[in-house]
């Protein structure tokens, strides 16, 4: 008995390891809930919101994966840290952490990689500025959902929270960002590529 076939999303993963199968695809979403976590443990200390690798792993999974497998794999990635694991930043875990000061950026992240995966299976992926927008809008999403939880925990108006939550992270987001979206173009130049020499 085979096991039944998962329709994978246009991106470039969907494209390259096509046909998928959904044990196959629930791996996928392990493996880059576990990149995530080894993101996360790359951390400049900055205050109490440090900059993480964490943006990176999530933009990247959402192209990658597609809406709703990007999704799924931070959702495992939050319950992982949630029951102990030691995948947040700095191998911190525990459902308390998600109630602390960055809660509101790792709430996000779920939300970020569907909306960046959305936008990667309607083929923003193929290009770098287009690849790079959509990044930008998952971004976005995690900075506002981080700036305005830590406004609330921390009892601050919006514009100091935004010197603290937002502003320090500005530059390097742009540089995750950059990054991310120069992987995918030359990814599907590469297959098309190797398909073309078959």
């Known amino acids: 008995m085979t096991a039944q076939a998962y329709t994978a999303p246009d991106t470039l993963l969907g494209a390259a390891l096509a046909p ?50 990007g999704a799924m794999s ?7 840290g949630a029951v102990g694991l030691p995948f947040f930043y700095g191998g911190s875990s525990g459902i308390a952490h998600i109630f602390g000061p960055t809660g509101g950026y790792l709430v996000a992240f779920p939300a ?10 309607n083929g923003w992926d193929k290009r770098f500025i287009t690849a790079a927008a959509a990044m930008a809008v998952g971004s976005a999403l995690i900075l506002l959902a ?25 530059i390097g987001d742009v540089i995750k960002i950059v990054l991310a979206a120069a992987v995918l173009p030359t990814g599907w130049a590469l297959l098309k590529r190797k398909a073309s020499q078959k």
Do not use: C
């Open 74 to 80: 931070l959702i495992i990635y939050l319950v992982e």
């Open 146 to 170: 981080g700036w305005t939880w830590f406004s609330v925990l921390m009892n601050t108006n919006l514009l100091a929270a935004f010197k603290v939550s937002v502003a320090p992270h500005l």
């Open 20 to 69: 998928l199968d959904w044990t196959r695809a629930v791996s996928l979403a392990v493996a880059f809930s576990l990149l995530t976590a080894l993101a996360a443990q790359v951390v400049i200390p900055i205050g109490p919101v440090p900059i993480t690798g964490s943006t990176f792993a999530v933009l990247l999974t959402g192209a990658l994966l597609g809406s709703r497998l």
């Open 112 to 121: 970020a990689a569907f909306i960046t995966g959305a936008f990667a299976e």
